[in-house]
């Protein structure tokens, strides 16, 4: 089992910027790769970034490349989501993901553990 604990969002205006964090603990030892997504009322859960938890690829959707930047400490068990520029259409609950089992870094359903998400609001 693979807890993750995310934090970091809140209210903030067009153009600020906002970092997410989010805390594993647990057997993280055969996590292959973890990601963001989020969702926004009535809408499907989107991707926006992954990165591989024992080496250094990155990947983003293209809504936020250039924006946002994916990160992580080994030593912490820690994944970071640095989100600057942000924009109103950024808005939405923010979750982090592990996948234990490989797949698409994309589809959620390749993703094994979730955190509870944190409230991202970014005002006009």
């Known amino acids: 089992q693979v807890q993750l604990v995310e934090s970091g969002g809140g209210v903030v205006q067009a153009g600020g910027s906002l970092r997410l964090s989010c805390a594993a603990s647990g057997r993280t030892f055969g996590t292959h790769f973890m990601g963001w997504f989020r969702q926004a009322p009535g809408k499907d859960r989107e991707f926006i970034a992954t990165i591989w938890w024992r080496g250094i690829s990155t990947y983003y959707a293209d809504s936020v490349k250039g924006r946002f930047t994916i990160s992580r400490d080994y030593v912490k068990n820690t994944m970071y989501l640095q989100m600057n520029s942000l924009k109103p259409e950024d808005t939405a609950v923010y979750y982090c993901?592990?996948?234990?089992?490989?797949?698409?870094?994309?589809?959620?359903?390749?993703?094994?553990?979730w955190g509870q998400g944190t409230q991202v609001t970014v005002s006009s």
């Open positions: 993901a592990a996948s234990t089992g490989g797949g698409s870094y994309t589809r959620s359903s390749d993703y094994d553990y």
